[in-house]
């Protein structure tokens, strides 16, 4: 007998943000045959035809950088199995060139965003004792010139998921933080226009090997948390 359409479902539940394209649509299409979703991001049209792409998804849109939204939005979620941070901003240029309006920019969505969507949602997923997957990046281990202002945001992610860890280990709260090259999306595309190089999406990594590392670790068995993984493009 089929559940009638207001039925809660028994499904884990999962958050992606940035899901509306690039790595977080890839997450978002890996973990639907296990998880009913919420699809974060500001295009809601991309986040309706997603959405109806999946089974048990459904749109979540939300500018990440309006804390008051962030609560509007995250009240009433009382149960979270899974929250994969993906959205963030790729603003380069040497030191010389990044005025503090960059930096700020910068550092509003790809930390302090994921600090408070993280802080709101933290008695949800303790209630699960649930997965926070972080998209990080190689830049969060070096940082190369004409990426100070990203590197040190990817850096400082880093570090709050490391405190995370450490701090929600006893509520049985994993975190993880995926650290991949470069990724054949929009972003890099935007990353290669600014370096002046001709984009060919062979010498990147897909988003979907990307997504498969975040399935890897929210699969993990429970004695397990995949600390960081860190993806390269084969050929080098
Ligand atoms: N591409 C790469 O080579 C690469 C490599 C390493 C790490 N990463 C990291 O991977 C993550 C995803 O990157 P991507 O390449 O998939 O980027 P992308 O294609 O540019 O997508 C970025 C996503 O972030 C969302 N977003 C941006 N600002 C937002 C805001 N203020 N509020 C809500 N959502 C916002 C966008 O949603 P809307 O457009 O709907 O607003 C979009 O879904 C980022 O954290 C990035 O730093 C990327």
New binding site residues.
């Given amino acids: 007998m089929s559940e009638p359409a207001d039925a809660p479902s028994a499904r884990p539940l999962a958050l992606v ?9 890839a997450v978002a299409r890996a973990l639907a045959s296990r998880y009913d979703l919420l699809l ?4 809601a049209d ?2 309706e035809r997603l959405a109806a792409e999946l089974p048990g998804a459904r749109p979540w849109p ?4 309006d804390p008051a939204a962030l609560a509007v939005a995250t009240a009433g979620v009382d149960r979270l199995d899974v929250l994969v941070h ?5 603003l380069l240029g040497t030191v010389a060139e990044t005025d503090a309006e960059t930096w700020r920019r910068q550092f509003d ?2 930390v302090i ?1 994921v600090a408070e969507l993280t802080r709101l949602l933290l008695p949800a997923l303790r209630a699960a004792r649930g997965d926070v997957v972080l ?5 969060g281990f070096t940082a190369r010139p004409g990426w100070a202002s990203y590197a040190a945001s ?1 850096f400082a992610l880093r570090a709050f998921a490391d405190a995370l860890r450490a701090e929600e280990a006893d509520n049985g709260v994993r975190v993880t933080s995926v650290h ?4 054949d ?4 595309r935007g ?1 290669v226009a600014h370096e002046g190089g001709e984009y060919d999406p062979g010498r ?1 990594l897909r ?1 979907e090997s990307v997504a498969g590392a975040v399935l890897l670790a929210v699969t993990a068995p429970d004695d397990a948390v995949l600390t960081e993984v860190v993806l390269r493009p084969a050929g080098g």
């Fill in positions: 943000t940035g899901a509306s394209r690039g790595i977080g649509a974060g991001g500001r295009d991309a986040l939300v500018e990440l950088t993906s959205a963030g901003v790729g969505i790809n965003a998209i990080n990046s190689g830049a990817k991949p090259g470069r990724v999306t929009e972003m890099q990353v990147y988003p």
